[in-house]
Structure formats: C-alpha cells, structure tokens
C-alpha cells in the first residue's frame, strides 16, 4: 500500500528558531501534498495545500511567511516553521495524492516550542 | 461553509457493547467520507472508505453507513474490546481531484474491560 513517511517524528526548539518538517512519499508520485495541523483535543485543520512545482495555497488565517512549504519534487514537501513560537507547538500531519485517487497520510510530526 | 460535525464528543462503554458513532456534514454533495483511528500522539490510520454512489462498507467488526441525501454517516463497531479505544475522526472529501479531506472533531471512545 501507499506510504508517507514524516521526518523528524518530534522535534524541541526553542523560541524564535526555525524547524522544517519533511514529508515523503514512499512508493508512489504525490503531485499534491496537504498539511495539517492539530492541538491537543481538536481536530486536523488544513493549513495549506501544495502542488509540486507550484507555489502552495494557504488557508485563511494561515501566514505563508511564517509557514514555508516547498514541493520541489513528486515525492517530497518541506514544511518549514520560522521564527517559531510557543504558540506554534502542535502536531503537524501531511497527507499525500496522486490525482484523484485516495489521500495516505504521514504519522504526524509532534513539535514543541520553549 | 462546509462543516462536519460528530457525536458524542467523547463515549466510554464496557467492554463486548455494540456501538455507534455519528458523523453529519453540512453539504450532501460529497465525493467520499472516510473514517479514521486516532491513538494518543499518534497518526491516523483509515478503517473505511465509502464512496458517494456506496451505502455502506464493512471491515472485520466495523461497519460504516451512509446517507447523503440526510448528511449522515454512521461508524458501528461489534462486540467491542478494549483495543478499540481511540478517538475516531470523520472527514469528507467533497470533490474528486486534488481536495483536501474536512474532518470533525472526532469521538473519543473509551472501552472498559
């Protein structure tokens, strides 16, 4: 089956660094990779939606200065955090999609900010 | 605004106790819904996947339902065992393509042996 790998799996920063998260697609060509993010007891909210080689779309409320993806290539998006925050602290899950077809999702990447 | 909602938010039962978990979206013009296991600090592992033109699926003690035309979905779990205590997410995908799934908050499920 159809896998998505997160690195790294949790990450402590501290206030005011910057944190890039790295999701892959194992076996199959992902021409779209979707980032989420949740809090503790709330649900996955979308933050951004990323097309490989094309600049991502970002939700509303969402800074794109603030959260940098990258989908250089069909296997691979880059999530960075700048400047990271106490704030930023949650658990950020990828998911990625060849056209059409089902979304497979990475196991979640847990950072904490201090 | 597309929403999705589930309840209970939270369901604690004993153990062998049949179940059902409620899911209910806002917009009956759906692609797919599916529904999800959350354990604590862990990822998301799917259970089942029902297209729009599907009325049900079923896996092992798990069966899930749909009705579009009322924006319901129902997620039944038989006999259930302690090992199914997780918080179960519903996300619906409302176009084919590349669209994101939207999810409720989830129903945290608690099986007392």
């Known amino acids: 089956g159809a896998v998505v790998s997160q690195h790294p799996s949790w990450v402590i920063c501290k206030s005011g660094t910057s944190v890039k998260i790295e999701c892959r697609s194992l076996?199959?060509?992902?021409?779209?990779m979707f980032w989420y993010r949740q809090f503790p007891k709330q649900s996955l909210m979308l933050m951004a939606t990323?097309?490989?080689?094309?600049?991502?779309?970002?939700e509303q409320g969402v800074e794109k200065d603030k959260f940098l993806i990258n989908h250089a290539s069909l296997t691979l998006s880059t999530l960075t955090v700048t400047s990271a925050h106490p704030e930023d602290s949650s658990f950020y899950i990828c998911?990625?999609?060849?056209?059409?077809?089902?979304?497979?999702f990475g196991p979640g990447t847990r950072l904490t900010v201090t | 605004k597309q929403e999705v909602t589930q309840i209970p938010a939270a369901l604690s039962v004993p153990e062998g106790e049949n179940l059902v978990l409620n899911c209910s979206f806002t917009?009956?013009?759906?692609?797919?819904l599916q529904w999800f296991r959350q354990d604590p600090g862990k990822g998301l592992t799917s259970l089942l996947l029902i297209q729009s033109s599907q009325r049900e699926q079923t896996s092992g003690r798990l069966n899930a339902s749909l009705d579009k035309s009322s924006g319901r979905s129902t997620l039944y779990i038989a006999a259930s065992q302690p090992g199914d205590s997780a918080t179960y997410l519903c996300a619906v995908r409302y176009n084919s393509g590349n669209t994101p799934l939207v999810f409720g908050k989830g129903t945290r499920l608690s099986v007392i042996a």
């Open positions: 076996d199959f060509q992902a021409t779209t």
């Open positions: 917009d009956s013009a759906i692609y797919n």
């Open positions: 990323s097309n490989e080689g094309s600049k991502a779309t970002y």
């Open positions: 998911s990625a999609t060849e056209t059409g077809s089902e979304q497979y």
